[in-house]
């Protein structure tokens, strides 16, 4: 059964610092790797995807993660955070599989942005 | 181009009474998913349409939860009867088709019960 670790429930950064936010899966083939973020009262949006190639993938809004096939690792980071950056993160997993290439999320990290 | 609409946007109900959720798919995605989030967790698949036809609805609480798709476009979620712990907010998304992994979500519906 494919599922998602985001260690960390809460963080807090001030402005301006670096940003990294860990995500674990476990998934028995080649997993593609998603990370949205998720404002109040908003749906989710979607900041960057793996499926192949390239381990480090660039996304929207300065955001970044590296896959670790090693680590089974798709950390998210951000190498200076502003405040408008505050929000919901989610980690998913998924796959090309019989399961209707179902999506499994993380149970999330808030991110609190310090002025 | 358009997202994924849903509506309401709120609802508060009772116990024991029913409700049903709305879903308009972004234009040509045949692909469309039901998420059911529960504040503090992630969101978690209740079930997937491909068209009109059903993909995956093992997460689904068939007796009191059911949804339709019946022209492969809009969907509607229904709950009936209501228990407090269906309390949460029921997210629709889509997607184009099977090789696309990306999906899209909309604003999602927030559902009080009390």
């Known amino acids: 059964a494919q599922s998602v670790t985001q260690p960390d429930i809460h963080i807090t950064v001030s402005e301006g610092a670096s940003l990294e936010l860990r995500c674990n899966y476990s998934?028995?083939?080649?997993?593609?790797l998603f990370w949205y973020v998720q404002s109040p009262g908003q749906g989710l949006q979607l900041l960057l995807k793996?499926?192949?190639?390239?381990?480090l993938v660039q996304g929207i809004k300065g955001f970044e993660a590296e896959f670790k096939r090693s680590q089974s690792s798709f950390n998210l980071r951000k190498p200076s955070v502003h405040w408008s950056d505050a929000a919901e993160y989610f980690c998913?997993?998924?796959?090309?599989?019989?399961?209707?290439?179902?999506?499994?999320f993380g149970t999330g990290t808030q991110l609190k942005v310090e002025l | 181009e358009a997202g994924v609409a849903q509506s309401p946007r709120y609802k508060i109900i009772e116990k024991r009474q029913s409700v049903a959720f709305w879903c308009n798919p972004i234009?040509?995605?045949?692909?469309l998913y039901w998420y059911q989030q529960i504040l503090g967790q992630g969101p978690k698949l209740l079930i997937q349409?491909?068209?009109?036809?059903?993909?995956?609805d093992s997460q689904l609480p068939k007796d009191r939860f059911s949804a339709e798709r019946l022209k492969g476009v809009d969907s509607t979620l229904k709950i009936q009867p209501a228990k407090l712990e269906d309390s949460a907010v029921y997210l629709c998304?889509?997607?184009?088709?099977?090789?696309?992994?990306?999906?899209?979500f909309g604003p999602g519906t927030r559902l009080t019960v009390t």
């Open positions: 998304a889509s997607r184009r088709d099977r090789g696309v992994q990306e999906q899209y």
């Open positions: 998934y028995g083939a080649t997993p593609y």
């Open positions: 793996y499926f192949s190639g390239d381990t």
């Open positions: 998913a997993v998924g796959g090309l599989t019989g399961g209707g290439n179902k999506l499994t």
């Open positions: 234009s040509g995605h045949a692909t």
């Open positions: 349409f491909q068209n009109n036809g059903v993909v995956d």
